[in-house]
């Protein structure tokens, strides 16, 4: 089974800072997920990639596979930006792996006007 | 865009009682997934199905039963609630595709058992 392991698990930032966290795990993948879950709210999706480096607005996912780690970048962060990111995984499986996945245990931030 | 959506935001339920949590999603998705996230332990999945009738149990599946008779509706079954079932209650949906497919999340259900 793999492990994700998410640093830091409390983070706080003043607006304007740029943030990161880390995500790692343990065993090869077919893709990383980047969420972010607002206080009493739903989940959302923010990336989805396999290699490389993607980028939408402010935020920026990379990942490293051969190190297996991967990096949320927020950029100019603001209060509205406050959530829990989660990282989570889909391992690779030689037939269908239906698209399980497997979660970090999530980063609270908190950014402060 | 897709939508995912979940019977209740909030429920309570008395212990022994029969618990049914819905989730319908309008995208034709084949795969749906129960998770319930707790703190401290993240999310977990429970039950998983990847087509109408078909299911597979997660990691945390004892104490629940699901049923998929329709591709567009997963229910999660709390045959005998308990009160270690209290939790937040996350259903998914994702296309088939080898887990390169984004998965979208309903609004979530807290549970509640007394």
């Known amino acids: 089974k793999n492990e994700v392991e998410q640093s830091p698990q409390n983070l706080t930032a003043q607006e304007g800072e740029f943030i990161t966290i880390n995500c790692s795990y343990s065993v090869g993948i077919s893709a990383l997920h980047w969420l972010q879950q607002h206080p009493g709210g739903g989940i959302v999706s923010l990336f989805m990639?396999?290699?490389g480096k993607k980028k939408h607005g402010r935020l920026i996912a990379t990942i490293n596979i051969q190190e297996k780690h991967s990096s949320l970048h927020i950029t100019a962060s603001h209060p509205r930006d406050s959530a829990v990111y989660i990282c989570a995984v889909s391992d690779r499986a030689g037939g269908t792996s239906y698209g399980k996945l497997t979660f970090g245990q999530g980063t609270i931030l908190t950014v402060h006007p | 865009d897709v939508k995912v959506t979940q019977s209740s935001r909030y429920l309570v339920k008395r212990t022994g009682e029969k618990v049914f949590l819905e989730c319908v999603q309008d995208m034709d998705h084949e795969n749906m997934f129960w998770y319930r996230q707790d703190p401290g332990l993240g999310l977990r999945l429970i039950y998983f199905s990847y087509d109408v009738k078909m299911k597979e149990k997660g990691d945390i599946p004892e104490g629940y039963s699901v049923s998929r008779e329709k591709k567009e509706r997963f229910s999660l079954i709390l045959e005998s609630a308990s009160t270690n079932q209290t939790s937040m209650y996350l259903c998914?949906?994702?296309?088939?595709?080898?887990?390169?497919?984004?998965?979208?999340f309903g609004p979530g259900t807290r549970l509640t058992v007394t």
């Open positions: 998914a949906s994702s296309l088939l595709g080898q887990g390169r497919r984004e998965q979208y």
């Open positions: 990639l396999s290699s």
